[in-house]
């Protein structure tokens, strides 16, 4: 087996808006919009409650990639996601590769027909799991308990960690990343 990292070169920015920013992979939207000045500190006063936005916005990562044509004559060239948090849909070179929907897993796709020589793009959009849930409870009639939930109370619908959701002891900063 040949491991090919893609963790470099990766931009991100809010769907719908102009301008991309640096981001880092592994990591998270929160961590990008701070370390690009784009926030404030979270844990200062009350900017918590100032950056709840964050999570109830859709973000988009990219990067670009070589494959040499030697990769190319490989039987079988899988992309492996170590971890999608949570609501993706990922696309390679503007095709369609996935629509992931759990954090907990490794996504692991035949990649070889989508893949070509030379430069490759691949690109993730990232859905708010809040804005993802919010209409599916409304159809349900009724509430599962989110005592943990400091917000919509959603948590209990998504395959993500529950801590993001808030704490009486801890903040609500739901998060997407790589």
């Not at 492996?80 to 759990?102: I, K, P, Q, R, S």
């Not at 799991?129 to 599916?136: D, G, S, T, Y």
Request: aromatic content about 12%; hydrophobic content about 35%; some cysteine.
């Amino acid at each position: 087996m040949h491991r090919i990292p893609i963790s470099t070169g990766w931009q991100f920015h809010e769907v719908g808006k102009d301008g991309w920013h640096p981001a880092t992979v592994p990591g998270c939207v929160h961590t990008d919009l701070l370390n690009n000045k784009l926030i404030d500190d979270p844990f200062y006063r009350d900017n918590e409650q100032k950056l709840q936005w964050i999570g109830k916005t859709d973000w988009e990562y990219q990067t670009s990639f070589v494959v040499t044509p030697e990769v190319l004559t490989r039987d079988n060239i899988d992309l492996v996601f170590e971890g999608l948090d949570t609501y993706a849909t990922v696309f390679l070179n503007d095709a369609l590769l996935l629509n992931a929907d759990n954090m907990f897993r490794t996504w692991r796709l035949d990649s070889k027909r989508l893949l070509r020589s030379g430069a490759n793009t691949l690109r993730i959009r990232f859905r708010s799991p809040i804005n993802e849930v919010v209409p599916l409870m409304a159809k349900m009639g009724y509430q599962l308990p989110a005592g943990n939930d400091q917000g919509e109370k959603t948590s209990p619908h998504t395959r993500k960690d529950t801590y993001q959701f808030g704490w009486e002891w801890g903040t609500r900063f739901v998060n997407r990343g790589i």
